[in-house]
């Protein structure tokens, strides 16, 4: 199969180590992060107040400051737009830390 990635929900940690982990097969997980408090939270002034507008962050491969990365999420219509994929992101932010949990 091509471009046809199963989607799951309620898995337990043991099945999703049987069906995908182990056959190193992908999926789209559609509720991990449905209770997360960061869904409702995490938005701009919120993000801006727990970290600061000059807060360093990384998308795609360029390095900018957390407001401009904000706004050009807010204006995007690329087709091909800059995610925010930086792990360091949150740094010892205890706040935002306490939005989401990590499966285990």
Same mark, same amino acid.
């Given at each position: 199969?091509?471009? =046809?990635?199963?989607?799951?929900k309620?898995?337990?940690?043991?099945?999703?180590?049987e069906?995908?982990?182990? $056959? =190193?097969? $992908?999926?789209?997980? @559609?509720?991990? *992060? #449905?209770?997360?408090? &960061?869904? #409702? !939270?995490?938005?701009?002034?919120?993000?801006?107040? &727990?970290? @600061?507008?000059? /807060?360093? +962050?990384?998308?795609? =491969?360029?390095?900018? $400051?957390?407001a401009?990365?904000?706004?050009? *999420?807010? /204006? =995007?219509?690329?087709? %091909?737009?800059?995610?925010?994929?930086? !792990?360091?992101?949150?740094?010892?932010?205890a %706040?935002?830390?306490?939005?989401? @949990? +990590?499966?285990?």
């Amino acid at each position: 199969e091509v471009d =046809n990635i199963e989607r799951v929900k309620g898995l337990s940690t043991a099945q999703f180590y049987e069906r995908f982990e182990l $056959p =190193n097969k $992908p999926c789209l997980i @559609t509720d991990g *992060a #449905k209770q997360w408090p &960061a869904l #409702k !939270k995490w938005r701009r002034d919120y993000l801006l107040s &727990a970290l @600061t507008p000059s /807060h360093p +962050v990384i998308a795609g =491969n360029m390095r900018m $400051p957390l407001a401009t990365y904000l706004d050009y *999420a807010a /204006h =995007n219509a690329d087709e %091909q737009p800059l995610y925010l994929f930086d !792990k360091a992101c949150l740094g010892d932010c205890a %706040q935002l830390a306490a939005d989401f @949990t +990590v499966p285990s």
